[in-house]
């Protein structure tokens, strides 16, 4: 299968590493950019074929990845269209929608929606995928495995759902990013050294997640192990309880996804 990537950064760079440490024939991959330092960038780390004209490539390739930024996939979308002949197009674009990208695209077209996150870039991350109504199993297995390569992956029946994917898992990171920070900066406001105060926070941070991960017993019951009355952790998430960290988190999560829907609204409403 030839795969054509359209926009080679990060995430593009994450996917084409994944797939040829999976066996990928680099000759099967192919990629276009703007920029020449991007396309020197993949010819060198991975050998895959490269061009500045994603009308040519296209016909050849039995799969298109879209990886341009939201307010460039319209622009990119319609130029595509004149050389498309009915192949499966994998958007990994925040907020555009399914029928917006299918109207650029073209009828003909097989679009799936891909929300992956940035630990895709060290091959952990997770990818919610929606695929619109006639693409085929065989299509929807192809999607898995190309986003597969950098971490695991889930469907949703509903399109409207990548919106709460979005603001979880696609802008989950910066969360956790966050609190790291901030347990870093307490860590040297007591006192231990940078370099302390980063490894601790780190650690614990991973630690927990692999705990998590290996226990059956939901979070919460995770922290009340972890929570003895009268002690130290128990006094800190008094702490976090009176200023209504929680539900303050949970309110950004929110917020996140009502951006994610007005992006989509935004960015597809102008189409013709």
């Known amino acids: 299968m030839n795969i054509l990537f359209i926009g080679g950064g990060n995430m593009a760079a994450a996917i084409i590493g994944g797939l040829v440490a999976q066996g990928q024939a680099p000759s099967s991959l192919h990629a276009v950019d703007v ?4 396309l020197l960038r993949l010819e060198r780390q991975f ?28 622009e990119v979308a319609t130029a595509l269209a004149p050389a498309l002949k009915g192949q499966l197009v994998i958007s990994i674009a925040a907020g555009i929608r399914s029928v917006d990208l299918a109207r650029w695209l073209g009828p003909a077209v ?10 895709a870039l060290v091959s952990a991350g997770i990818t919610g995928l929606y695929a619109m109504p006639g693409v085929s199993s ?16 889930f469907w949703v029946d509903r399109e409207k759902d990548l919106d709460a994917v979005t603001a979880v898992s696609g802008s989950g990171p910066a969360y956790v ?7 870093e900066q ?15 926070a780190l650690a614990t941070f991973a630690g927990a997640v692999k705990l998590a991960t290996a226990d059956a017993a939901d979070p919460a019951t995770l922290r ?9 952790t128990e006094r800190a998430i008094a702490v976090l309880d009176e200023t209504a960290v929680k539900a303050a988190f949970i ?19 102008d189409a013709g």
């Open 110 to 119: 097989r679009v799936v929606r891909a929300m992956p996150n940035t630990p």
């Open 35 to 38: 920029l020449p330092e991007a």
């Open 224 to 232: 009340a192990r972890v929570t003895s009355k009268g002690g130290t």
């Open 186 to 200: 307490a860590g040297r406001d007591l006192g231990l050294s940078p370099q302390i105060a980063r490894q601790s």
């Open 138 to 153: 065989a299509q929807r297995s192809t999607a898995e495995a190309i986003l597969g390569a950098v971490g695991t992956t």
């Open 251 to 269: 309110r950004a999560v929110r917020a996140a996804a009502e951006r994610a829907a007005e992006m989509g609204e935004a960015l597809g409403k």
């Open 47 to 74: 050998g895959i074929g490269t061009s500045t004209d994603g009308t040519a490539a296209a016909a050849g390739a039995d799969c298109i990845v879209l990886a341009v930024k939201p307010q460039q996939m319209r």
């Open 177 to 183: 990013f966050y609190f790291i920070e901030a347990l």
